[in-house]
């Protein structure tokens, strides 16, 4: 289970600048949850570049796509090809014809790439060559890299992922009677690998979310599910102007101040009792970021997996979160009611 494992690192998330024009933004460094990499990032500025288009839809508008130009750039970051045959003149047919064409050498994969682009709205593509500044990691050589061949296996399970977050989702809608704003469709996948190194896994900017194929975090479907939900909901709460901090920062924070790094005192407020090697919970690592950031991006996946337990009729192993700590309660309850609906299926507290 999750609850068990231990986690040795964690990779960059790229967030754009709130201050900066989408055309131009520049992503800050923070940490996301993470396997078998080196010790987490706590400073370093990464120089990958946020998205050359404006997110096209309000976090979770049923209307949210992947526009034209930044579709044409993710699956030709260096440029069209001058022999490309797609019809501009029906917008999802031709960035369907885009994908179509990117994996046009590789049938089983264009099969996949086609039903995320047809089921979820998603667009794959690739990375733009450059050099990521990785902080203590020192410069990281990014390459593009299709997810073809070897790396069929990273697509197959981003598809899985995608489907398995939707189906949850369309169930919580189901329970909150109308739509709720989170957004987890219309994504661009930039696919690449870090030459000689296994860092960074992935990092998300304006809807887009870069994904190595080389990535140490990338060991199985299920991790690159829950991984894939907490970086999604990273891309919410910033759509959501920042709500972790403003909401759940006050709340974390105090936890912080009573119980430092002391892994005993901090035990029955983490999410998940995953580990940072060398210091404490995940969630409240001092030199991760935000806390409240990673905390509640934490709090959202152990939603994902006490709603889905709760709606099968089983016990989720670790127990409610919401029936420990008050301080539980409050954040469960504030997740739920800004991005969920305010559903909750766990049974009442003892």
């Known amino acids: 289970m999750l609850d068990n494992q231990s986690v040795k690192g964690a990779f960059l998330l790229l967030l754009a600048a709130c201050s900066a024009p989408p055309s131009t933004a520049m992503p800050s460094a923070s940490s996301a949850r993470g396997g078998s990499e080196p010790a987490p990032v706590s ?8 998205s050359s288009s404006p997110v096209e839809a309000p976090a979770g508008a049923p209307s949210a ?7 044409e750039k993710v699956t030709f970051p260096t440029g069209l090809p001058e022999a490309l045959a797609c019809n501009r003149g029906e917008e999802a047919g031709y960035v369907r014809c885009l ?47 299709l ?35 989170y957004r987890h469709r219309a994504l661009a996948w930039r696919f690449m690998r870090s030459v000689g190194r296994t860092t960074p896994s992935a990092y998300a900017a304006a809807w887009e979310v870069g994904y190595n194929v080389s990535g140490s975090l990338h060991s199985s479907a299920d991790a690159v599910r829950d991984t894939i939900f907490h970086e999604v909901f990273h891309l919410n709460d910033e759509a959501h102007k920042n709500w972790s901090r403003k909401v759940i920062g006050p709340i974390v924070d105090k936890i912080a101040e009573r119980c430092g790094a002391k892994t005993p005192c901090l035990a029955p407020y983490a999410p998940f009792k995953t580990m940072v090697r060398g210091g404490t919970y995940y969630a409240f690592q001092p030199n991760n970021g935000d806390i409240a950031h990673e905390y509640s991006a934490e709090l959202a996946t152990r939603y994902f997996h006490e709603q889905r337990a709760a709606a099968q009729g089983q016990r989720y192993p670790a127990g409610w979160f919401k029936c420990g700590p008050a301080e539980n309660a409050r954040t469960m309850k504030a997740l739920a009611d800004e991005f969920f609906g305010g559903v909750d299926l766990t049974p009442p507290c003892p």
């Open 43 to 50: 400073s370093a500025t990464a120089s990958v570049q946020a």
């Open 99 to 145: 994908v179509d064409t990117k994996f046009a050498a590789h049938d089983a994969e264009k099969r996949e790439a086609l039903a995320l682009f047809d089921e979820i709205g998603d667009v794959v593509g690739v990375e733009e060559e450059q050099e990521m500044d990785g902080g203590f990691r020192g410069r990281i050589h990014l390459v593009p890299e």
């Open 65 to 71: 796509r992947v526009a034209v130009t930044r579709a």
């Open 147 to 181: 997810p073809v061949g070897q790396y069929k296996k990273h697509l197959s399970w981003i598809l899985g992922a995608q489907r398995d977050i939707a189906s949850f989702v369309d169930s919580i809608e189901a329970k909150a009677k109308g739509p709720i704003p």
